[in-house]
């Protein structure tokens, strides 16, 4: 069964800190690790990772796919309180179903 | 349509009624999935389908759970006899799916299910 784990699990932080989160991962005939920011209801797509595209980067947010040690990680530097969400990460296996980690929360605090 | 659109946006229902769900994705993507959120929890997957099948059906966590897709477009998750542990939001994504390659998936804004 594929399995995806986050950590921490939560965490908080002042405005302006930098901080990072981790995803690892087993699962069957891996394709792709996508990560999501929830702050409502609907998560919202933020980065797609592959075998061909192991960084991304978008504005204060960057993300590396480490295909050896099975993780990626997700990085915010500067964070604003606006950045307070909870972040998902899954990763699309076989007959690309995607699985989901539980999730990390992130507090910005002014 | 310019979004994964989903209804009812809320839904409270007695113990034991049936509930319909609708999923309607983004014109032209084959991948559709339903996933299932308990409050404080992370994305529980129930099922996939690619067109009008479902390869992977395992999530399901019943046989009072059942789900379909028609015309390669929308989708209905049926709950039948409801139970209060059913309370979540359910929510629907789709993507291009296999036949595109790797793409990200759209969410849909969700249906809160309310059991009492």
């Known amino acids: 069964e594929d399995k995806v784990v986050q950590s921490p699990l939560s965490l908080v932080v002042h405005e302006g800190d930098t901080v990072t989160l981790n995803c690892s991962y087993e699962v069957t005939n891996f394709r792709s690790l996508l990560w999501y920011k929830q702050e409502k209801k609907a998560p919202t797509f933020l980065f797609m990772l592959t075998s061909s595209g192991i960084e991304k980067k978008s504005g204060r947010l960057s993300s590396i796919l480490d295909k050896k040690e099975l993780s990626s990680i997700l990085n915010i530097t500067a964070t604003q309180t606006g950045d307070s969400a909870i972040y998902l990460c899954a990763v699309g296996g076989s007959n690309y179903k995607l699985t989901f980690g539980k999730g990390t929360l992130l507090t910005v605090n002014p | 349509g310019a979004g994964v659109s989903q209804s009812p946006s809320n839904k409270v229902t007695e113990k034991g009624k049936d509930v319909e769900l609708r999923c309607d994705p983004i014109s032209g993507h084959t991948a559709l999935y339903w996933y299932r959120q308990s409050l404080g929890q992370g994305l529980e997957f129930l099922i996939y389908?690619?067109?009008?099948?479902?390869?992977?059906k395992s999530g399901l966590p019943s046989d009072r759970f059942s789900a379909e897709r028609t015309g390669g477009s929308v989708s209905t998750l049926t709950i039948q006899r409801t139970q209060q542990e059913d309370s979540a939001v359910y929510l629907c994504a789709s993507s291009l799916g296999s036949d595109r390659g790797d793409t990200e998936a759209f969410f849909g804004q969700g249906t809160r299910l309310t059991v009492v």
């Open positions: 389908f690619q067109g009008n099948s479902a390869p992977d």
